[in-house]
């Protein structure tokens, strides 16, 4: 018995240390040596330190792209070879492994911000002087549809499904040094946007870049519209609000982490005492906004919910959408499995058979941060893309300039009968 504790101490500690990062290279002198060190460094450790790096993806394409990329090294700007790094990443299709690159501290930012609905793209930030420009859909990038260049961003971009990589492209209209890379735009200090307002009129608008980006001007502060719900309960972790005309109780959980000064347990509690003491008909769980944590603290809220009578079909609602990503949508998967409840909102940028638990390495040189998976989760046998809800509700920028909450209004309104069909 003793020997075979000792014999586990071994091998975890054996493991442990197969789990390092190589040791960094003395740095070269030139900076196409450097760039050469941290490419290779990039690969050697992915290889070591990822769960299954080769799961969907060929080794000797992976490979082959690594020693074209090495090629292009003294050829290129450094935007490039990041980009270049975040390409060969992408070939993994892991959506937790990435390289963070994509700051207005290490690229030149040009001066808008972009929303993703439903109907497409649409400016959400402008400099001051351009705040006419607000609302407006974006058509194309210079010559080239959205889609298209959506299209070329999932080249560079890590993800499982067409979902989350609609969610995270909106950010990468900003940063023309990275839609040069792709081919989308000429010059990686400029994007072009053709824009179509509200009213249909069509623009053309170019956006230089700035470093560091100039302060914007939001949508909010421009267009005055009635505020949803979910938009109240953005910060924090989770926090909770009855509906306001509604015998209904409104949950929002935006991040799989532990209050360190109100625990889950005692938020979980304190809903329960709700429920037991008053005329609550409804509970809705919002994890649109989750991009995940630990698994376990919703634990607390979800078990407790699953054995109270508002676990009932057309009383117990969850919405989800792309975001809803890593714990937050194994948290999905176990309220549906847990309780008779109602999946609501739109499908999620992850598939429920997926890697996570995420470490870093640093690259040497560049310093940039490489995220990475240790783990491996099979939650379905049919191995889905996504996790579908019960019931779509697409949101729109009509709807957000209306105040209208598709997924929380069909959760309120939505008779048992409807879910049965």
Known sequence: MKRSFVLSIVALLLTGCALRPTPAPHPALSRDGRWVQDIDYLVTNLKRL?????????????????????????????ADLMVGMARLITRLGDAHTRLVYESDKLLQAAPLDVWRFADGYFLSHTLPHQTDLLGSRIV???????????????????????????????????????????????????????????????????????????ELTPIWEVHQRPKMLSEEHTGGLYSYARVPGHDALYIAYNK?????????????????????DERIERVILDLRRNGGGNQLVAWPLLKGLARRPINAEGRLFCLIGLNTFSSALNNALEFRRWTDGTLIGEPTGQKPNHFGEVRTFRLPNCGLTVVYSTNY??????????????????????????????????ALTLESEKVEE
């Open 50 to 78: 990822h769960k299954d790096p080769f799961r969907y993806a060929s080794e000797a394409e992976f490979d082959a792209a690594h020693a074209e990329l090495l090629q292009q090294v003294a050829q290129v700007a450094d």
């Open 140 to 214: 194309a990038v210079g010559d080239i549809p959205v889609a298209d260049v959506v299209a070329r961003l999932g080249t560079i971009i890590p993800h499982e499904n067409d979902y989350l990589l609609e969610s995270r492209a909106a950010r990468y209209f900003r940063f023309p040094e990275i839609l040069a890379a792709i081919g989308v735009t000429e010059t990686p200090n400029a994007v072009t946007l053709v824009l179509e307002d509200r009213g249909k009129r069509r623009r053309t608008v170019r956006f230089t870049a700035a470093a560091p980006a100039d």
């Open 256 to 276: 799989c982490r532990e209050d360190p000064d109100r625990p889950m347990r005692t938020f979980a509690d304190e809903i329960f005492e709700l429920l037991a």
């Open 377 to 410: 989760f099979t939650q379905l046998a049919d191995d889905p893309l996504t996790l579908e809800p019960d019931i779509a509700t697409p949101m729109t920028m009509a709807d957000w300039f209306a105040g209208h909450d598709p997924a929380l209004q069909t």
